[in-house]
């Protein structure tokens, strides 16, 4: 509950310059995998829970999207869900404007 609050306070605004050259590439190369993986998407009231098939592969591309994205967008929550027998749920939320700076930058979170 305190990250909650305390993410509302950090302003929203990318720094693209936190990660590498090396880093960019490689969180490039995860989203498009992550979006051609997405199987669902669902609306939280504070951002989105995107769907993924319960691979191992997925699972460590996913903390990798993690690792990275927090870097240059450190106002944003992220929840990864592994549960036993169903597809895996990574949770973007943050605090007021992070759901619809989501849905203007990931537009692959909600495209259908």
């Known amino acids: 509950m305190k990250e909650d609050h305390m ?15 090396e880093q960019r590439e490689k969180y490039e190369q995860l989203i498009e995998e992550m979006s051609k993986c997405r199987l669902e998407t669902y ?13 191992s592969s997925m699972i460590i591309k996913l903390a990798e999207f993690i690792s990275l994205e927090r870097l240059c967008c450190p106002f944003l929550n992220f929840e990864l ?32």
């Open 43 to 55: 609306e939280l009231p504070n951002g989105y829970a995107v769907c993924y098939p319960a691979e």
């Open 7 to 21: 993410s509302a306070h950090i302003p929203i605004a990318c720094v693209p310059s936190a990660m590498t050259v």
């Open 81 to 112: 869900r592994v549960e036993a027998n169903r597809p895996v749920w990574l949770h973007l939320t943050g605090g007021e404007g992070v759901k619809g700076f989501l849905k203007e930058t990931f537009t692959w979170i909600s495209s259908d």
